[in-house]
């Protein structure tokens, strides 16, 4: 079994943002940070996800059973019931089923801020690398 737990955070709306990662199993604890562009805070939550799938895939982690848990209502409702309102959405919902095409199970979770800490921590350091990087390119 794997847990995963997401976050991101964005300065504006849309604004710089950043992804924040843990990976949980048996015998795995990773914690990960990525910067990511200018995007809408709910743009950055299902980027955070699709990070998150995306390395579980590459690193050929156990899928058996994977649990991801995330504070953003929008990506936990949208992939629960396979569908979004807003099509911009429904394109991200496609990148997950992609890559989850393979789990034995995969169930996603909302879960209140106060219970996903450390991946917003993560999700903030993601973000203060993404600003350092656009300031790093606005004086070159």
Same mark, same amino acid.
């Given at each position: 079994m794997l847990k995963i737990y997401t976050d991101a955070s964005t300065k504006g709306n849309p604004g710089p943002s950043g992804a924040g990662i843990i990976?949980?199993?048996d015998g795995l604890y990773e914690q990960l940070h990525f910067p990511l562009p200018i995007l809408t805070?709910?743009?950055?939550?299902?980027?955070?996800?699709?990070?998150?799938?995306? /390395? $579980?895939?590459?690193?050929?982690?156990?899928?058996?059973? $994977?649990?991801?848990?995330?504070?953003?209502?929008?990506?936990?409702?949208?992939?629960?019931?396979? /569908?979004?309102?807003?099509a911009c959405f429904n394109t991200y919902l496609e990148k997950i089923h992609s890559l989850t095409k393979n789990y034995e199970l995969f169930l996603c979770k909302w879960i209140p801020e106060s219970q996903n800490k450390g991946a917003d921590h993560?999700?903030?350091?993601?973000?203060?690398?993404?600003?350092?990087?656009?300031?790093?390119?606005?004086?070159?």
């Open positions: 990976l949980l199993g805070n709910h743009e950055a939550e299902f980027e955070a996800v699709i990070l998150a799938l995306d /390395y $579980v895939n590459k690193r050929d982690l156990p899928k058996q059973t $994977v649990f991801l848990f995330t504070d953003s209502k929008i990506v936990a409702q949208t992939i629960e019931k396979e /569908y979004s309102k807003q993560l999700a903030r350091q993601g973000l203060n690398k993404a600003r350092k990087e656009l300031n790093d390119e606005r004086r070159s």
